[in-house]
């Protein structure tokens, strides 16, 4: 049978410190999709969707490639 995994214990300072971390986080995660989502926006009204659908198709699979080069290494 498994053990239970014991429960993580901090103190309400370090669990306040942890709190702020998160919503610090939290709020920077979403001012950057806010600010993604209205230059996707401005950018589709340039270039046109079909070249910023490509744009983020070839970004991503720029990202997968350098991962694997990354794992190879």
Same mark, same amino acid.
């Given at each position: 049978?498994? %053990? *239970?995994? *014991?429960? &993580? #214990? &901090? =103190? *309400?300072?370090?669990?306040?410190? +942890?709190?702020?971390?998160?919503? @610090?986080?939290?709020? $920077?995660?979403?001012?950057? =999709? %806010?600010?993604? @989502? $209205?230059?996707?926006?401005?950018?589709?009204? #340039?270039?046109?969707? !079909?070249?910023?659908?490509?744009?983020?198709? !070839?970004?991503?699979?720029? +990202?997968?490639?350098?991962?694997?080069? #990354?794992?190879?290494?």
């Amino acid at each position: 049978m498994k %053990r *239970p995994i *014991p429960l &993580l #214990r &901090l =103190s *309400p300072e370090a669990a306040g410190e +942890l709190q702020q971390a998160c919503t @610090k986080a939290t709020t $920077e995660l979403q001012e950057l =999709s %806010r600010f993604r @989502k $209205e230059f996707d926006r401005q950018l589709i009204e #340039r270039i046109g969707a !079909d070249a910023v659908r490509q744009l983020h198709k !070839d970004t991503k699979h720029a +990202l997968l490639l350098a991962d694997l080069v #990354r794992e190879a290494a």
